[in-house]
């Protein structure tokens, strides 16, 4: 199943690492034109050298007005990747006010922003459609040891997910999530080497493995292509069956 991107425009957030770099890379090899944003400066620097065609914009997109100016000048978006993210793990007894704000501010806030002030509404505005995917995570819908923040932002996500989906549909703008079990990024294979931390989250996946970037990206890319243009409101596991269980 062959997809293009020719003439799209791509805005693709967390770019800097794992699933978004590796989606810019894909993005920019299916033919669009693609803006990586990313926080970290040295991660821009090194996906320019490799891929000198993207347009970076570095910014931290917890920070609602630096992002409103850093993304104002970007120009008309088709394709939006909500993949920016943080995780910080706490047991619920010890999660704290300052940790429950940043990661809605980064998980939620900023994904709402991004698909509200700067892509959905060109969309509309230009009557051409579009499509929106919010990276999520089977956390959203399993309760995970630690997890009560970050479960909590991937479950609004996923509802942020849906409500864009009916609101926007009417304009052509399809909205879907892709919820994935760990991911064997340079950070997931160092977080999940250890066989007695991902035995017994792996013995919970049927197929028995964890997803590889890759497998998260060819998710991202369909539901972003006009092989999907039905498909809107989803919630897609990228999960091995995990969800499943």
């Known amino acids: 199943m062959e997809i293009t991107f020719a003439g799209k425009r791509a805005l693709v957030t967390g770019a800097g690492k794992g699933i978004g770099r590796d989606a810019v890379k894909a993005l920019l090899k299916c033919g669009a034109e693609v803006i990586a944003v990313s926080r970290t400066q040295t991660d821009l620097d090194s996906l320019t050298a490799e891929c000198p065609s993207i347009t970076p914009v570095c910014v ?20 939006l990747v909500n993949n920016a993210a943080v995780a910080t793990l706490q047991p619920f007894l010890e999660v704290t006010p300052q940790e429950f704000d940043k990661s809605f501010s980064a998980n939620v806030k900023a994904a709402l922003q991004v698909a509200q002030q700067i892509v959905a509404q060109g969309m509309k505005s230009r009557g051409s459609g579009g499509s929106i995917v919010n990276v999520s995570s089977q956390a959203s819908q399993c309760a995970l040891q630690d997890h009560a923040v970050y479960c909590a932002t991937k479950g609004a996500l996923d509802m942020l997910t849906k409500v864009m989906a009916l609101e926007l549909g009417p ?4 909205v879907n999530s892709v919820n994935p079990t760990v991911v064997m990024t340079v950070m997931g294979r160092i977080g999940w080497s250890d066989p007695m931390k991902a035995g017994p989250m792996m013995s919970r996946i049927p197929l028995g493995k964890f997803a590889e970037v890759e497998d998260v990206v060819n998710a991202i890319l369909f539901l972003l292509s006009e092989k999907s243009t039905m498909i809107t409101g989803a919630t897609l596991p990228v999960d091995g069956g995990f969800l499943a269980c």
């Open 171 to 174: 304009h052509k703008i399809c």
């Open 60 to 79: 931290d997109l917890a920070d609602w007005d630096s992002t409103g100016k850093a993304l104002q000048d970007v120009g008309p978006v088709d394709l």
